[in-house]
């Protein structure tokens, strides 16, 4: 199932461009929306909660389009912007509840997964404080809370960890996991950081140069079938040298990785047994092996790739 | 992952669920806002210093009559007819409507926009346009308290003082008052949402009010004295605020005393500065950036 379709889409604020000719789907599920500060993330989700229009191309969410169809998508729409957007002096219930009743849920419905939705969000002792006196950290997971308090079919969060320490962000980071996973929603989480989306998402969206690609399914976009062998040496420069020099007699293509100047990259191809060859080098030379895996990309590589 | 149904149902440790019941939309989403609005302007669910000022405004407006109908209670065989004609009272209550529309109104628009809350708004069914509809109407429906309560309440007295209306004239003078009332209640809400969507603190749109109703004032003067010099005002001085509701009173209620300029030119201009205050307020939320 898909919850956004975006064919040849194009937006531009005034001349400048944000992105051109983009087609791509989001499916259920975790998505990471990923791109540099100023790529265009903010200014997608505004084309999908139908603020603004696209310049050309054609855009559903839901199944509906925004340009005629905005209000039916926003009720079943939670949104978390960047910013911070929380009445200084309303409770956190009272808000999320008025969130939630906005949304269409009647008062006594609105009330009771006001109470829920922050709970799930470890608010559950808090909900009564006004949200001007609460921490970066709290109001966070406010915003959060009002975004998935209606049950909504697609929730979309605008840089969710920012402001947070990194224990903050850890906790943050399972919450929206545990949203997208034991929840049951389809989230799309912006980021300009990698590792919070490898962490979170099934899936990648990448928005640069101008353009939104799809990266697919993060765990088969990082791994390779058919790419080298990493091989973790416990061992010294020098060691490293002579294990090095081994495996080349035996005619095993060897390269240092470029960034970990104690793992090697092996081309598999070059031996009949390159994993037999690899633990008998290092056995006979006295290193130890700390890991031998099949290299996978990071999401750095992808993300490379794709703005090519 | 979306299933639904009794089926798909799955209990968490606290609470979480499907929700499949009735969504209300966008009238709902109205509903909510204005009530919510209404709540805030009238400092409900918040602090006591939240509510002084507007019951002070809504006090300040039924005053008069409360106290114009004991005198006339207490010395109802010396006072002949005691009580002020109805066109007279909207003059006697253009400082409670200045106090709200200054210090009160403000507070349904500007807390929004200095907390940012707005993006979380439009994500719901609301629109920019059903956003502002729901903000006039909550100020609209507060100051109606102040431009229809206190005249029904004289007319009220009146009868039982024996100087009401004769039950012929009562629903000619019951559309008076609600349509003189709405129409005054709609010109102030234009114009102090007008002014609110200029700004996001209420210091800054108390003070847009004042200011413009002070040069409205002498606007109106120039205006209004430029084609009368015999005393009576011209046309022009429905420019001025604080002249305004009187002699759209007086027109309505066909007792012109300050003016003489019709009932229609009257409403042409009213209509006319009440249109414009909207459509300012509608291209002010039409630009404002919520996302981008």
Known sequence: MTVVVAEHLSKAWGERPVFTDSTFVIREGVTGLLGANGAGKTTLFGLLLGLHQPASGSLEVLGLDPRTAAPLIRQRLGYSPEHEALPADMTAYDFVRHVAELHGLPRRAAAGRASDALYEVGLGEERSRPCGTMSTGQKQRVKLAQAIAHDPKLVLLDEPTNGLDPIQRDDMLELIHRCGHDLGLSVIVSSHLLDEIERTCDRVVIVANGRIAEGGEIDAAMQTETGPLMVELDATPETTEAFVRALTALGVGVERHPTDRFALLIDPDTHAAPHDAVMATAASLNIGVRAMRRHTRSLEDVFFEATE | ?292
């Open chain 2, 1 to 292: 992952m979306t299933e639904s149904g009794p089926t798909a149902a799955r209990i968490f440790d606290r609470g979480y669920r499907r929700y499949d019941g009735e969504r209300k939309g966008v009238s709902g989403a109205f509903f909510t806002l204005y009530l919510a609005t209404l709540q805030r302007i009238l400092g409900l669910r918040r602090g006591a210093k939240a509510k002084i000022l507007p019951v002070m405004s809504i006090a300040i407006a039924y005053l008069p009559t409360i106290v114009f109908i004991g005198i006339a209670a207490l010395f109802k065989n010396k006072l002949n007819n005691g009580l002020p004609d109805y066109h007279e009272y909207y003059g006697t209550i253009i400082a409670a409507i200045s106090l709200f529309v200054a210090f009160v109104a403000p507070e349904a628009l500007c807390p929004d926009r200095r907390h940012r809350v707005l993006g979380i708004y439009l994500s719901s069914p609301l629109s920019r346009l059903s956003y502002v509809a729901a903000k006039l109407a909550a100020v609209f429906t507060v100051l109606c308290m102040v431009t229809i309560g206190p005249v029904l309440l004289l007319a009220v007295a009146r009868t039982l003082l024996d100087a009401g209306p004769s039950l012929a004239d009562l629903p000619v003078l019951l559309l008076r008052i609600v349509f003189t009332g709405a129409a005054i209640a709609l010109f102030f809400s234009a114009i102090s949402l007008a002014i609110s969507s200029f700004t996001d603190r209420k210091a800054f749109a108390s003070a847009g009010f004042i200011l413009v109703s002070i040069v409205s004032q002498v606007v109106g003067a120039i205006l209004g004295t430029a084609a009368h010099g015999n005393g009576r005002l011209g046309v022009g001085a429905l420019v001025s605020t604080s002249l305004a509701p009187g002699i759209f009173a007086e027109q309505v209620y066909g007792k012109a005393t300050i003016a003489n300029f019709g009932l229609l030119p009257t409403i042409v201009v009213f209509g006319g500065v009440t249109a414009a205050c909207l459509a300012i307020l509608v291209i002010r939320f039409r630009q404002l950036e919520v996302t981008r």
